[in-house]
């Protein structure tokens, strides 16, 4: 059995790469979610106009990874304050975005984000936001596990 996670965490190379390799996770897709326009590319997302957020597809084992795992390597990815942005990457496209495919999803998510504002981790507030289960676009295939083709592992 296998269980579906779709996050967003700035741009999707690095981080589809961490998430590759992590133990439990099964396969990995890059993409873009959350916009309003449909069949996006990845020139029209960067353009700022769709919405979309650059996205990771992650299918898992949940009895060798749970999803509550999952984003605590999610939250130590990229920095969950920053609003639309990651380093240099500016835009909506490069927001850190939770999207729970089903409610027990969604409730994880929601303590996860409580419990870290309350921890005092982070000096600025959590500006990850929870949003609803979008339609997913597959990327082009350039980008598809992008840092190891680029390493010449694949």
Known sequence: MTETAMLAAGCFWGVEETFRKTPGVQDT????????????????????????????????DPARLSFDQLLDLFFDLHDPTQLNRQGPDIGTQYRSAIFPKDEAQRQIAETKISALAQSGKFAKPIATTIEPWPTFWTAEEYHQKYVAKKRGEL
């Open 29 to 60: 897709e890059v993409g873009y979610a959350g916009g309003v326009t449909d069949n996006p590319d990845y020139k029209t997302v960067c353009s700022g106009t769709t919405n979309h957020a650059e996205v990771v597809l992650v299918t898992f």
